[in-house]
């Protein structure tokens, strides 16, 4: 794991400081000694100078700086622990119990935590008023938002096969909690810890600043109390609350540094983006054959990085007008990483490095940003893996529709609108009735017909369908094939069928390339390659999928 | 020898019958194919059958190798399931060492025994260290079959066991459960939505559909002869080079 410099800078800052509080207090002699000298400046002596009573300000500050770390600490576990036992028992048990427990939480949540904390403490005799009783007060009033954060974690860990996998062996409850869930939680139990001991620092100091902290400890914020009472301000003896104030800031945001890079290591959509270099444009581009719609020569993707991966390798394919041609290739082969850079829609660290796209006479690959805004769905549209998933859940499949109708023939009128979308609805055989439908009223199949209406609604040349019925059933994915076939008859327009699933390319193509570690190792009509595969990868797929009517022979033994 | 047998089982989710009566044997050296497209109740039998899930009403009778009635408690040393999805199954946080020792501890088993059961799914033993990631789908889901065969389970429930590999090596993972089924007289429940090798890899395929069973019987005859109009649809269904090139089927 490379190392983010937000991480190293916050480890850094936040280990001077909890050293600065173990040793601190060893080093600095006594805070309570009180001497003639009266309010000094920084200097000789004393480092940071002595207080209105004469006692020395870094010894103070290093005390005091060890009793906040404590509380912190104190706060962060009992927090911690609070919100564990509400949040995962609760998620985990279900029913009634994570009724109960949620409701809890919720209650604790909206009570307004710092209010209620000074009225707490203000009630609290102040010679009992020990940090521990501080650290309880701020504990209970400040669990709640992450007993919500690790149920919504662990409602999602809970289902998950391994879960049901344990329980299956035979696990008893505490154990599929304690040794199967709260691993997978770690980085968000880490990262509300954090979170616990930067508010109970700061919540800390506003109350001890208030007059209401801990009897029986210093801490930053009676220091400040202090220095406040002592008039330092009118004073002008900045040395008293700049450092104590120092300390909390660069305590906090150095927390704060840690928990982005936990968050950052949970989530590798926050690491650094890598910058984008230009893609190479085809130098001289050979004119593409009469009859073809997309020609791709000579492409070439790398994936930049440490270790560059070269995932597309000097790919070359034909698309004809009106022709279905199948890509297969297992996962790993390259194949999506293909169909994105034909579309231009790689994103970096991907970068193709050489060869070209050329589409009818058209160099995709040169295309300034607004001309490939506008060749991208008008030309050429594309059906993704899990596309009935990419609709937006709040808005009726109409308004997706005229949408982009909207961007893309900003000439048509409202009426011509709806009647377009209603009849690509009608092309893929869903009743126009539905235009007014969410997409969550739909079953999977119809959503994804819907997202093949949105494919089709500008009448683009060449469809790129990656895995477009993978995540359907088999009844499904009959009528889905059934539709494809169909509309490219009536349509005549041509399309780039990705899928691992060979069988259904070998029935549906009319031409197959067959792609492997980012080649294309073999490439022929669906009728040659199934009767004579030339290429041993080829046969190899052949080879693994029995035939539902053809003789099994050696294949499962 | 292990027997499990499904009577009259039957589910309902807030009045909707997920699973309708069902009933079957899975019995030692065969294999029992529960073909249906999805949503017909597939998975909630092998969940039902996992005690991951309650019946509705129905019972699952397991007899143990001296023919008599295993007790609940001793129940999960007998039926196992293997999960379709393998990179779902396995805890990303654990060592393969972890998801072998720990059934084996908790059916009274050495976790010595964890090299064996990774020669029996045909992995070498320095996997066991590794760590779901750093594997591939086939080999995780070997793994998901070790896990299964630890507490010395008889009876398998495979719900899936191949769909989400890549289609070269399911024949792989399909040929090992065959061979296990075999040499150590396993009863495998196999769940699938392939008809294909459904009918390649079993004894007697139950056609599900709406949670009913609509038909049953020998694979040659369930799905080479249907006569069930549902069968016959799913059988149609299925992408089938075999029509197009070697029948002079419709391009």
New interface residues.
């Given amino acids: 794991m490379t190392r983010s410099p937000k991480l190293v800078t916050g480890l850094a800052l936040a280990g001077v400081i909890v050293l600065f509080g173990l040793l601190g207090p060893l080093l600095t002699g006594d805070p309570a000694t009180i001497r003639d000298s009266g309010l000094t400046p920084p200097g000789g002596e004393h480092l940071l100078g002595t207080t209105l009573t004469g006692q020395d300000v870094l010894a103070q500050l290093a005390h005091a700086t060890r009793g906040s770390l404590w509380l912190g600490l104190l706060v962060g576990v009992l927090a911690t622990v609070l919100s564990g036992v509400f949040g995962i028992v609760g998620a985990y048990a279900g029913g009634a119990v994570d009724e109960v427990f949620s409701l809890f939480s919720n209650v604790v949540l909206v009570i307004p935590g710092l209010p209620l904390v000074i009225v707490v403490a203000g009630f609290v005799p102040a010679d009992q008023r020990g940090t521990s009783t501080i650290a309880l007060v701020l504990a209970i009033t400040g669990w709640a938002a992450a007993a919500r954060v690790l149920r919504a974690q662990t409602l999602s860990l809970r289902n ?3 879960v ?8 008893k409850t505490w154990r599929v909690i304690g ?2 869930i709260l ?2 939680l770690l980085p968000v139990i880490a990262s509300q810890f954090v979170f616990a001991v930067v508010l109970a620092i700061l919540s800390e100091a506003g109350l001890s600043f208030l007059g209401l902290g801990a009897a029986d400890s210093s801490t930053l914020g009676t220091m400040l109390y202090y220095a406040q009472n002592g008039f330092a301000l009118q004073r002008e003896a900045w040395w008293w609350f700049v450092p104590p104030g120092l300390v909390i800031a660069v305590f906090g945001g150095a927390l704060s540094l840690i928990n982005f890079s936990i968050d950052e290591i949970v989530n590798p959509a926050l690491r650094d983006r890598v910058r984008r270099d230009g893609d190479v444009v085809a130098s001289d581009p050979a004119p593409p054959e009469p009859d073809a719609v997309l020609t791709v020569r000579n492409l070439n993707v790398v994936y930049r990085g440490d270790t560059p991966v070269h995932a597309v390798k000097d790919v070359s394919l034909t698309l004809r007008r009106g022709e279905i041609l199948g890509l297969a290739g ?2 790993g082969c390259g194949k999506t990483t293909l169909a994105y850079a034909v579309n231009r829609l790689h994103r970096p660290p991907a970068e193709v490095t050489s060869g070209s796209v050329m589409f009818g006479d058209v160099d995709v690959l040169a295309l300034e940003a607004e001309e490939l805004r506008r060749f991208r769905w008008v030309k050429l549209s594309m059906v993704f893996q899990g596309a009935m998933n990419s609709l937006n859940p709040v808005t009726t499949v109409r308004a997706q529709l005229k949408d982009v109708l909207t961007t893309h023939r900003p000439e048509m009128s409202s009426a011509q609108r709806e009647e377009r979308c209603a009849e690509v609805l009608r092309l893929v055989g869903v009743d126009p009735a539905r235009l007014g439908a969410y997409p969550h009223e739909l079953s999977g199949g119809m959503r994804q017909r819907v997202m093949i209406a949105m494919a089709l609604l500008l009448e683009p040349r060449v469809m790129i369908m990656d895995e477009p019925t993978t995540a359907l ?6 009528e889905i ?1 059934d539709e494809i076939k169909r509309l490219r008859d009536e349509l005549g327009f041509a399309v780039l069928f990705i899928t ?5 390319l ?3 193509s009319d031409r197959i390339a067959v792609m492997r570690d980012g080649e294309v190792v073999e490439h022929a009509t ?2 040659d390659l ?2 004579r595969p030339h290429h041993p990868y080829t046969r ?2 052949l ?8 003789e ?1 022979g050696a ?3 | 020898m292990t027997t499990l047998e499904v009577r009259d089982l039957t589910k309902t989710f807030r009045g909707f019958r997920a699973v309708d009566d069902v009933s079957f044997t899975l019995s030692p050296g065969r294999t029992v194919a529960l073909v249906g497209a999805s949503g017909s109740g597939k998975s909630t039998i092998a969940r039902m059958i996992a005690r991951l899930v309650k019946p509705t009403s129905g019972e699952i009778v397991l007899t143990g190798p001296d023919g008599t009635a295993v007790p609940r408690r001793r129940y999960r040393d007998h039926v196992q399931m293997i999960f379709q999805d393998p990179f779902a199954s396995l805890n990303p946080f654990h060592t393969v060492e972890h998801h072998l020792a720990r059934p084996l501890r908790l059916h009274g088993k050495s976790p010595a025994e964890v090299p064996h059961l990774l020669e029996r799914v045909t992995l070498p033993p320095e996997i066991a260290r590794r760590r779901p990631h750093e594997l591939s789908g086939g080999q995780r889901q070997r793994v998901a079959i070790a896990r299964a065969l630890a507490p010395g389970a008889k009876v398998i429930i495979a719900d899936e066991p191949v769909s989400m590999l890549d289609v070269s090596i399911r024949l792989g993972v399909l040929k090992l459960l065959a061979r296990l089924q075999r040499e150590e007289g396993l009863a495998v429940l196999y769940i699938t939505h392939d008809l294909a090798t459904a009918r390649h890899f079993s004894d007697e395929v139950l056609v599900l559909h709406q949670g009913r069973i609509v038909e049953r019987g020998p694979g040659d005859d369930v799905l080479l002869r249907p006569a069930d109009p549902y069968t016959r649809l799913l059988a149609a269904a299925a992408p089938n080079p075999e029509t197009r090139f070697r029948q002079g089927g419709p391009s």
């Fill in positions: 998950r096969d391994y049901a996998a344990a329980r299956v062996s035979g696990e040794v199967e691993p997978n297992e996962s059933d088999v009844l499904v994915q009959r094939l691992h699933d060979l069988p259904l070998l029935e549906l669906a009728e199934y009767l190899e797929l080879a693994s999928f029995p035939s539902l009517t053809g099994a294949l499962t033994r």
